[in-house]
């Protein structure tokens, strides 16, 4: 789960900061499917650290959610 699973302050600007893959960072989001229709998000926003939201980042959370199977596609429950 999101609080014993990561270590958010830790792994989120590990993450942000990977140049080698990442040259321009990123945002990282640490996402739990709580239920189909409940997705739990944690968000490290690049250069300016925990953040309370992320319109993009939970647009694509919700696609990359449906294509691996963990959520349901609207309409299709």
Do not use: Y
């Not at 490290?44 to 963990?70: H, Y």
């Amino acid at each position: 789960d999101l609080e014993n699973d990561i270590d958010f302050e830790k792994d989120g600007p590990a993450l942000e900061s990977n140049t080698d893959a990442f040259p321009a960072k990123i945002n990282v989001e640490f996402v739990q499917v709580m239920s189909p229709s409940h997705l739990k998000m944690k968000v490290w926003e690049r250069g300016a650290g925990p953040t309370l939201a992320c319109g993009t980042g939970a647009c694509a959370l919700t696609v990359a959610a449906i294509r691996a199977g963990k959520i349901p596609r609207s309409g299709k429950e």
